[in-house]
């Protein structure tokens, strides 16, 4: 897996970053996870031609991780003329919430008037979807209940890409990191505390109990790029590329 970090920063894009959207490339499949009302202008800053995605998957209903669909959607209509289906994979409601949100945005743009086909796929909770090579389990964590948050672990083959979507404490996160690869973790804060965030000094307590390969924090807001000098562990950033 090549996970390309196109989007590392939280709601506010503080620090001038992108919300969050990583593409992951595999030999022969691509996805991105969440697509944050950014996500296309970093797939344009990158290069990255969004005609290449497979799939996308979304881990919660907020628009820093599922607010940039509509713009991937009428670019691959109009921009690209794209034929192949895109699957988008989500909470359940994902094809009724994708389908108001393009109606909101551009209103008269239907979901079975683009050129190609778009197949929605619903988790559910602390369940699994197999979606091409993917393997996606899925778990409930702690934020805000009605954008319906969730953890993620997708694997392929014998890796394994942890992500915890948005979420204060919550014991899932044992069972989303357990054996990963790489798990993605987000980190808004460095030591306020809020129910529906993590801080990093929360992290570091558990740290010894993630039982990851590697961890790297995400969603950083500003207390967290104040000190990020301070920081042991990882920090993602706009532009990161990780193989595992
Ligand atoms: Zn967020």
New binding site residues.
């Given amino acids: 897996m090549k996970i390309h970090f196109l989007g590392t920063g ?2 506010f894009c503080s620090g001038g970053r992108y ?2 959207c990583f593409l992951v490339e595999l030999p022969d499949y691509v996805f991105l996870i969440d697509c ?1 009302a950014t996500s296309l202008m970093a797939m344009n800053n990158s290069g990255i031609d969004p005609g290449i995605i497979d799939s996308i998957i979304i881990s ?1 209903f ?1 628009g ?2 599922f607010g940039g669909l509509p713009f991937m959607l009428l670019d691959a209509n109009y921009k690209h003329k794209r034929k192949t289906p895109l699957n988008i994979i989500g909470p359940p409601g994902i094809g009724r919430r994708v389908g108001e949100l393009l109606d909101i945005m551009y209103p008269m743009v239907t979901l079975d008037k683009l050129s190609f086909k778009v197949n929605f796929v619903e988790y559910h909770h602390s369940g699994v979807v197999t979606q091409g090579p993917l393997r996606i389990e899925s778990y409930p964590v702690i934020h805000v209940p009605e954008a319906l948050p969730h953890g993620l672990r997708i694997s392929y083959q014998d890796k394994t890409l942890a992500f915890s979507g ?1 979420t204060g404490w919550t014991d899932e996160l044992f069972k989303i990191s357990e054996s990963a690869d790489l798990f993605i973790c ?1 980190c ?1 804060f460095y030591d306020s505390h809020t129910p529906t965030h993590l801080n990093y000094q929360t992290i570091m307590d558990q740290r010894e109990n993630l039982h990851c390969q590697r961890i790297i924090l995400n ?1 950083l807001g500003p207390e967290m790029l104040e000190n990020q000098d301070r920081v042991a562990l990882e920090c993602s950033y706009d532009g990161l590329i990780i193989n595992i």
Avoid: I, L, M
């Fill in positions: 939280d709601a919300q969050t944050g919660h907020h820093d991780h948005d987000e808004n969603h």
